[in-house]
């Protein structure tokens, strides 16, 4: 099917800069391959930050295994969100946590990526609150608590490799905003932070 490209123009031109940020840093790679170039355009035209047309094409090349590693060790090298400490590679972890209120029993598994202090610590914080919060729901929260704190415990022996998978599910997904802001260490840090939070 023809696509209008004089419309999606039109529409580019009618967003406001924030919405063709977001597309530029998170929809450039589900684009049609002729609409990219309308994008680019559109970011030229409004005198936008340049660095996201490097965000639109690392999405819409095929990622090698070399670029997948830099991306991972960039991530790992940045200042952990939490604490700020540059020290220590950050480390991606799943935190599980079970709350039941009244009768209704919720399991969350969130991946975030930490130093490995910080990361330790939120893994405690989760088991602990678990363990309080997380039985109340009968049966189903009995049995999600149990199933959450043996997880936690047994995520912790495989530590390394779920670490890798975090980051790698990390840098796959948000290689447009990480290219784009590939320089501008805060900007990735406060990235990483608001992922770690809404995830
Ligand atoms: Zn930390």
């Known amino acids: 099917m023809a696509i209008d490209l004089d419309q999606i123009r039109k529409n580019y031109e009618s967003f406001e800069d924030y919405k063709i940020e977001h597309l530029a840093k998170n929809e ?9 170039p309308i994008l680019k ?20 090349k095929e990622l ?9 060790s960039k991530i790992a090298k940045l200042a952990c969100p939490e604490c700020g400490q540059h020290h220590t590679p950050l480390t991606g972890i799943i ?27 939120k893994r405690k914080d989760a088991m602990i609150s678990t363990a309080l919060l997380g039985w109340w729901g009968i049966p189903s929260g009995i049995f999600q608590t149990l199933h959450a704190l043996i997880s936690s ?22 290689i447009g905003e990480i290219r784009t802001n590939w320089d501008k260490e805060n900007e990735l840090v406060d990235f990483v932070r608001h992922k770690n939070n809404t995830n």
């Open 153 to 174: 415990l047994t995520d912790n022996k495989k530590r390394d490799i779920i670490s890798d998978s975090i980051l790698t599910q990390f840098a796959i997904i948000n």
């Open 64 to 72: 090698t295994e070399a670029e997948l590693n830099e991306l991972k």
């Open 95 to 121: 935190i599980r946590e079970v709350k039941s209120i009244v009768v209704i029993t919720q399991y969350k598994k969130t991946p975030v990526i930490l130093c490995p202090t910080c990361a330790q610590k």
């Open 41 to 60: 355009e559109e970011i030229r035209k409004r005198g936008l930050d340049s660095n996201l047309i490097i965000g639109i094409e690392s999405q819409t």
């Open 28 to 36: 450039a790679g589900s684009l049609r391959p002729e609409v990219v």
